[in-house]
């Protein structure tokens, strides 16, 4: 049932762009993500909803496929404060709310 | 913005003994979450605690190692029981406000086991 993320690990330089990519075998009906930094906690991204809209702020959006239960997390001209892991979590439809993460894919933005 | 608070922040406990996590949320809410982070590792989702009912365990996790209490709408605790160096992990209390999608996670209890 844990998403499947790829790809597992990016070292990116300032300003370049990323894709992560998250897929689950379930029928979802929502794709959460996260970000987090060492030795903190995970903090909230954007939420894509299962009918909704692909959501954005800034540089980062995100789109669901939902006849592929597949989601993808777009970070466009990457900043230093970027690095971090990225989770998505997922909700499967009919679940009880909880979220199940993927295995994350770390994200390192040089100089 | 939503504050959760756990303690202790951090522990080290010799094998054998139990330590409960606490966490303490800044206003009333339904769904409250346990997860696990082993080092370098993903959130594993351990337990659903709602108030009023038993919480409901993920496969893998058991009430005897792991019994949670609900005593009310703002504060849950985790116990982690008979602890061997396996156990040593991140705790992470989550919450999802009523009303809302998002789950917020408190800063976590860095747990060291000896």
């Known amino acids: 049932q844990q998403p499947v993320q790829s790809p597992q690990a990016v070292i990116l330089r300032e300003g370049e762009d990323a894709v992560i990519n998250c897929s689950s075998s379930?029928?979802?009906?929502?794709v959460h993500w996260y970000r987090q930094k060492h030795g903190e906690a995970p903090v909230f991204l954007m939420i894509?909803?299962?009918?909704?809209e692909q959501k954005g702020h800034e540089k980062i959006s995100a789109s669901f496929n939902e006849k592929k239960q597949q989601s993808s997390l777009y970070l466009t001209a990457s900043q230093l404060s970027y690095s971090g892991t990225y989770f998505c979590g997922t909700e499967i439809q009919g679940g009880s709310e909880k979220l199940v993460f993927g295995k994350g894919m770390k994200l390192t933005v040089n100089p | 913005s939503a504050v959760i608070s756990q303690k202790p922040s951090r522990d080290i406990c010799q094998r054998g003994t139990s330590l409960t996590i606490q966490c303490q949320v800044d206003?009333?809410?339904?769904?409250m979450f346990w997860y696990r982070q082993q080092p370098g590792q993903s959130l594993t989702l351990i337990a659903t605690?709602?108030?009023?009912?038993?919480?409901?365990?993920e496969s893998g996790f058991v009430i005897d190692k792991f019994p949670i209490s609900r005593p009310n709408l703002t504060f849950s605790t985790l116990t982690v029981s008979n602890m061997s160096p396996e156990d040593s992990s991140i705790y992470l209390c989550s919450v999802r406000y009523d009303g809302a999608n998002v789950l917020t996670f408190g800063a976590g209890s860095r747990l060291t086991v000896l």
């Open positions: 206003s009333q809410v339904t769904m």
């Open positions: 605690a709602n108030q009023g009912s038993e919480a409901t365990y």
């Open positions: 379930k029928a979802l009906y929502s």
């Open positions: 894509l909803l299962k009918g909704g």
